[in-house]
């Protein structure tokens, strides 16, 4: 996922994925505080809520900047 990104609706936030990968059937969680990452949990490093508006919704664009899939709050 190496050049993947999340942003939040404003995108004011983004999330750059470092050299990653998902491998098949496998899930990882996106935390958006501070912590150590690990194969399955990855971490944002805000000391705040990123998603703190009603609706707010997780964009995922792959390397190339398409839009691969979103998910509201």
């Known amino acids: 996922m190496t050049g993947w990104k999340i942003t939040d609706n404003s995108t004011k936030y983004k999330y750059h994925f470092s050299e ?9 969680t ?4 501070s ?3 690990t ?4 971490y944002w490093g ?3 809520s990123v998603w703190n508006n ?10 190339d900047g ?4 979103r998910m509201a709050k």
């Open 20 to 28: 990653f990968t998902l491998s098949p059937r496998i899930t990882v």
């Open 30 to 33: 996106l935390y958006t505080c």
């Open 35 to 37: 912590g150590s990452d």
């Open 39 to 42: 194969d399955t949990e990855l």
């Open 46 to 48: 805000y000391n705040r």
């Open 54 to 63: 009603g609706g707010d919704t997780a964009w995922l664009y792959d390397a």
């Open 66 to 69: 398409n839009l691969v899939d």
